[in-house]
């Protein structure tokens, strides 16, 4: 079926490394996507989003890649920090932003 | 505080009890939905409404669960009857408006735990 998938569960960088966290997603009608990050005992933040109809966009030290051809999202993250630990989940939007679809999410780990 | 408040951050119930979950969005946002998570997952969209009115309800279980969102106070996530399969964090977003390239804005959730 339809569904908003990740590559790595966990992923386990170090302090100062860019991190490079991946999405799959099915549906070639999703239009709208969102990462967000989620610490621990706290709701999802919002990120950066993308539209469809762009392939990149950048944020401060965020950038996000989407590639419709094989419909795949990733995140990176350029010198990640320890604050950057978190639950990292991408988002597609589906029905005309009624909701949102959400992938597994991976686990971002910062070694010192 | 500008962000969506839910309340209460932990409600502990006992199976056949009901449990109410508030929601307040962000100022100026008229649109909400909520969605559950369990432990490692991600989350599940629930049900969209606006002011009220319920807009999308295609993930909200048939029985047992409801919700509202009045035109005055929060918006109601009710669970009647609570079952231990009930226990998750359950989260609120909201959006200033509906369309495909609206963010929504998450509060930090409820954790419902069924004993």
């Known amino acids: 079926g339809e569904s908003v998938g990740l590559h790595l569960p966990t992923l386990s960088v170090q302090e100062g490394d860019n991190s490079i966290i991946n999405c799959a997603y099915s549906?070639?009608?999703?239009?709208?996507f969102i990462w967000y990050k989620q610490e621990s005992g706290k709701g999802p933040q919002f990120i950066i989003d993308i539209r469809s109809n762009m392939d990149k966009r950048q944020g401060q030290r965020v950038t996000v890649l989407l590639n419709k051809t094989v419909k795949h999202l990733s995140l990176q993250i350029a010198a990640t920090q320890p604050g950057d630990s978190a639950v990292y989940f991408c988002a597609e939007n589906r029905n005309y932003g009624q909701n949102f679809v959400f992938g597994p999410g991976t686990r971002l780990s910062v070694l010192p | 505080n500008a962000g969506v408040m839910q309340n209460p951050r932990h409600l502990v119930r006992r199976r056949g009890q009901e449990a109410r979950l508030r929601c307040s969005p962000m100022?100026?946002?008229?649109?909400v939905y909520w969605y559950r998570q369990l432990p490692e997952e991600g989350l599940k969209f629930m049900v969209y409404?606006?002011?009220?009115?319920?807009?999308?309800e295609s993930g909200m279980p048939k029985e047992r669960f409801s919700a509202e969102f009045p035109k005055e106070g929060p918006s109601i996530l009710r669970i009647q009857q609570v079952v231990r399969g009930d226990s998750a964090a359950y989260f609120c977003?909201?959006?200033?408006?509906?369309?495909?390239?609206?963010?929504?804005?998450f509060g930090d959730g409820t954790r419902l735990s069924i004993l």
């Open positions: 977003a909201s959006s200033r408006d509906r369309g495909p390239d609206q963010p929504q804005h």
């Open positions: 549906n070639s009608a999703s239009d709208y």
């Open positions: 409404l606006q002011k009220e009115n319920i807009i999308d």
């Open positions: 100022k100026g946002h008229s649109h």
